[in-house]
């Protein structure tokens, strides 16, 4: 049965009696034959029950019986476009190479009356139009059997050969046991899809489903499955395998349907949820209307106004205005309308507004002992930190009106910035709110969003006030450093934050009004001063946190960190016990670093380990000493130990020509760098410099030592740090890692060195020839080949200028250097030393990796004389300010090669 437009059979019954008048009107039909097409599931199918008319010029023509051979002409091809898409009746195709090859044929054997068929699709749900005359006809087809297309001909025609259907026992089990199979499936799907069993029904009138074929076809007719799958089955030869794919598809359908069904079900449960919520709140507000109480809005909205009148004293009259506006605004919108948009946006700013703590401040205690004690009993070292908050507080016992500056911590990960900060917050009685600098991305997320955009929110500064519940919180800015300077936004946005003329006027886009945020205690922590601009960094006062010796890093296990391992793992003294050479041991061979995170993870995985035995049964004490330090490995797995690569060879060194060590500090504890100067090649050169023998002897210098050249204000120690600063002599600024200087030396620099050190090992060669050249006249310099290990990092600064001269002159002098002696300073075309940078750090190097001798420029005395004993303990310490002092106290041993200046 299928709804074909009234045109379309127009023509069909004009073509039976055009050819009934040749034939006799006797057993006249039109045969027509049916056909899926091969694009039917990715194209459009067009409504045939719309009311606009057919063209008349489509016609079905020229078909001829021929026995079992048929000819069927589609010279005119349906090319119809309508508005609406519904189910697949019929499908209109441009070419005959667009069907499949198997069909069927047919003829029309019944019009049903447009009454019925307007009930019945009203009945089925189509929408009819009353204004407009029904151009709808529904049919019935008789299908003759199956077809094939045997060949194609011309103008469009085609030969179709009429296919016989296998012949079959009603009586096998295995077609009835499918025969019944499939009736049920029907049933199941009559049930499933009840809002169409009016339609099945129809259907069914038409069929006999005894007959097997008759089954088939009915199938076929209600399934919802693709053409494609429909043609697979119809083009099965076999009865058995076309039964199966006929329980296939109806199993599909049923799937489908039953997820139908359930979406169905779903959405209507939630949708009479959600009006049963609706009505019972529209109930509840109505019932307190009429019992005289107030709704939960109306409290709201009383709420709001309390809370207005209570900081009307604290805040401008605009300001109270805007805020007595938006109340208003608040209390004509309902939750329960449809633009709860509005409601909540409205509501989320009045809350905000309003917790923001106006008027409140923390109590900052006056007793410094107690807040020196604190400090000290949860932090090691940190001097300058502790000095300025001590400061700060005796300026607030004489001054309460005083403000806070804006500190910046600058130091390498894990030496303890961000924890100091929590200290802080207990010391001052201060609540302290982080704000990680990594999470912002422009100036909206420090000053909030505007709140005409959808989903706005206030700023981060505006938050930590309404999360600390004061006005003058500790807010720690942290990793400072990583904000990206290059948007102007939030460079002026900090400018303005930390300006004091200008902070008492803070103003948020969100909430839209200024506030004083001149009493907020502000500490940026950074690693590095190198990413912030000056102009404000002329804002904060920089406070340094140095790299931990490993004596500091073994305190401040012993004195904090060991306390809170054995409270983590209930692992104490009587389970475990450690001695302090063991701990040296670990932090020596085992961490890589500046702070005490590495060693905090390595002590905490021992301790684990022992946690286990203890529950496996171990009670007896533990003893891990230098003597037993094998049986770490019992202990550490390699995953967690960082193991530092040829330190022992730092340490002990050889006495070998041309090898010198340097300083290298890094974000990962730093490193002490063995130069190594050989021959390239063989291949030599001839020097045109001229010299005067040995050197002249200008007179003694006043800064000298007789007989060495070395400044009498020299020897000292060291151990701890805290006082200075300055850039490391390692620092990287290059994109090469290592590539050969070309000159009229052919030096070659391997060691993943930089464009700066490069230029340095020039200047050091140069003055090494002309100083050779002094010495022994006409000398003959070779190629040179420089190379510095540890390459897994880079290299880069002049300060190892005076390290690369002694290398050469140890080559070519054959004289090794002490490799307990270790220098450090940028060295001039004529010899002299001028100041580095990073020398505590530097000075921290040499303590770890057992330097005992340390070279440095006489510029640098102040800032030395400045550093803490424990930092300059146990290290000899030499000033010079021009090379040859340091050449007559490493080359003139013998007094033969004595050299002044």
Do not use: W
């Not at 025969?179 to 069914?204: D, Q, R």
């Not at 900081?311 to 007595?324: A, D, G, M, Q, R």
């Not at 030592?705 to 490391?728: A, L, P, Q, V």
């Amino acid at each position: 049965m299928l709804n074909a437009d009234k045109e379309l059979i127009k023509i069909y019954i004009s073509g039976i009696s055009s050819d009934g008048g040749k034939r006799g009107k006797k057993d006249i039909h039109k045969y027509i034959a049916f056909f899926f097409s091969k694009y039917a599931d990715s194209t459009y199918t067009y409504d045939l029950l719309q009311n606009n008319p057919v063209d008349k010029s489509c016609f079905i023509n020229n078909v001829k019986n021929y026995s079992e051979n048929i000819l069927l002409s589609t010279e005119n091809v349906y090319n119809i476009r309508f508005n609406k898409d519904i189910r697949k009746d019929i499908d209109y195709i441009n070419s005959l190479s667009d069907i499949y090859e198997y069909g069927c044929i047919g003829y029309i054997r019944q019009q049903l009356e447009e009454d019925t068929v307007v009930d019945d699709i009203k009945k089925v749900g189509s929408v009819i139009d009353k204004d407009k005359p029904s151009n709808i006809q529904r049919i019935t087809v008789d299908i003759l059997g199956r077809v094939k297309i045997k060949k194609l001909l011309n103008n469009n025609k085609c030969e179709l050969t009429i296919l016989n259907d296998e012949k079959y026992n009603i009586n096998d089990k295995k077609i009835k046991l499918y025969h019944i199979e499939l009736i049920n499936k029907i049933k199941e799907i009559i049930k499933l899809n009840s809002p169409n069993a009016h339609e099945y029904n129809l259907l069914l009138n038409f069929y006999n489903l005894k007959n097997i074929y008759t089954l088939i076809n009915f199938i076929g007719n209600i399934s919802i499955n693709k053409n494609s799958l429909l043609q697979d089955m119809f083009e099965s030869n076999n009865l058995v395998e076309k039964l199966k794919k006929c329980l296939c598809l109806l199993n599909n359908d049923i799937y489908f349907l039953k997820i139908k069904k359930k979406l169905n079900h779903n959405l209507t449960t939630k949708f009479m949820k959600e009006k049963k919520d609706l009505l019972i709140k529209e109930y509840i507000i109505n019932l307190k209307k009429e019992l005289g109480e107030k709704t939960q809005h109306e409290e709201l909205c009383e709420e709001f106004i309390q809370k207005l009148n209570s900081i009307k004293h604290v805040i401008s009259s605009p300001v109270h205005t805007l805020l007595y506006e938006e109340i208003n605004r608040f209390r004509i919108c309902n939750e329960n309308n449809n633009n709860n948009d509005s409601y909540n946006s409205s509501y989320q700013y009045l809350n905000t507004v309003f917790n923001i703590p106006f008027n409140t401040f923390a109590t900052i205690p006056t007793n410094i002992d107690t807040c020196e004690k604190i400090l000290n009993s949860n932090h090691y070292g940190l001097c300058d930190v502790k000095i300025y908050l001590l400061e700060y507080l005796n300026l607030y016992i004489l001054n309460k009106n005083v403000k806070p500056k804006v500190l910046l911590f600058v130091g390498y990960p894990g030496v303890g910035k961000t924890s100091i900060c929590t200290s802080i917050s207990k010391c001052l009685n201060l609540p302290i709110c982080f704000i990680n600098m990594n999470n912002v991305h422009n100036k909206n997320d420090i000053i909030g969003h505007r709140k005409t955009y959808v989903n706005s929110y206030e700023g981060k500064i505006i938050n930590a006030l309404t999360t600390t519940k004061v006005m003058n919180p500790l807010i720690v800015l942290d990793e400072f450093d990583k904000l990206f300077y290059i948007n102007k936004d939030i460079f002026n946005t900090f400018l303005n934050m930390f300006d004091y003329n200008q902070n008492k006027f803070f103003k948020d886009q969100y909430i839209n009004f200024e506030v004083d945020i001149s009493n907020i205690f502000f500490i940026c922590t950074a690693n590095s001063i190198d990413n912030i601009p000056h102009t404000l960094l002329n804002r904060m006062e920089i406070i340094y946190f140095f790299p931990y010796t490993n004596k500091e890093k073994l305190l401040i296990f012993k004195n904090h960190l060991k306390n809170k391992i054995e409270k983590d793992t209930k692992i104490t003294d009587n389970h475990l016990f450690m001695s302090d050479e063991l701990l040296l041991y670990i932090i020596q061979n085992y961490t890589d670093e500046n702070g005490v995170r590495q060693l905090y993870n390595i002590i905490y995985n021992i301790y684990k380990k022992r946690a286990y035995m203890l529950i496996k049964g171990l009670d007896k004490q533990i003893k891990l000493t230098i003597e037993n330090k094998n049986d770490l490995i019992h202990f550490v797995s390699m995953q967690n130990a960082q193991c530092r690569k040829g330190k022992q060879f730092h340490i002990l060194g050889s006495f070998s020509f041309g090898v010198v060590k340097s300083l290298a500090f890094t974000d990962d504890g730093g490193h002490v760098i063995m130069i190594e100067v050989t021959n390239a090649g063989s291949d030599i050169r001839k020097d045109t410099g001229s010299g005067t023998g040995s050197g002249i002897d200008r007179g003694n210098d006043k800064g000298a030592r007789t007989g060495s050249g070395i400044d009498t204000d020299t020897y000292s120690t060291t151990c701890c740090i805290k006082n200075s600063s300055g850039s490391s002599s390692s620092s990287s600024q290059s994109s090469q890692s290592s590539q050969n200087i070309q000159n009229s030396y052919n030096i070659i620099v391997t060691g993943n060195v930089g464009q700066l050190m490069q230029e340095s090992i020039l200047i050091a060669n140069t003055y090494s020839i002309k100083l050779l050249n002094m010495l022994y006249p006409g000398f003959e310099c070779k190629h040179l080949h420089f190379n510095l290990n540890e390459s897994d990092f880079k290299k880069d600064g002049p300060s190892a200028g005076i390290n690369f001269v002694t290398s050469i002159l140890s080559y070519y002098l054959k004289i090794p250097v002490d490799p307990s002696l270790c220098m450090t300073g940028e060295i001039t075309l004529n010899g002299y030393i001028s100041k580095i940078g990073g020398l505590v750090e530097k000075f921290i190097v040499a303590k770890n990796y057992g330097i005992r001798t340390l070279i440095i420029p006489k510029d640098n005395a102040q800032e030395y004389e400045l550093m803490s004993n424990d930092i300059k303990q146990n290290i000899h310490v030499m000033y010079v300010y021009h090379y040859y002092q340091i050449f007559n106290l490493l080359f003139n041993k013998d007094g033969k090669r004595r050299i002044l200046l």
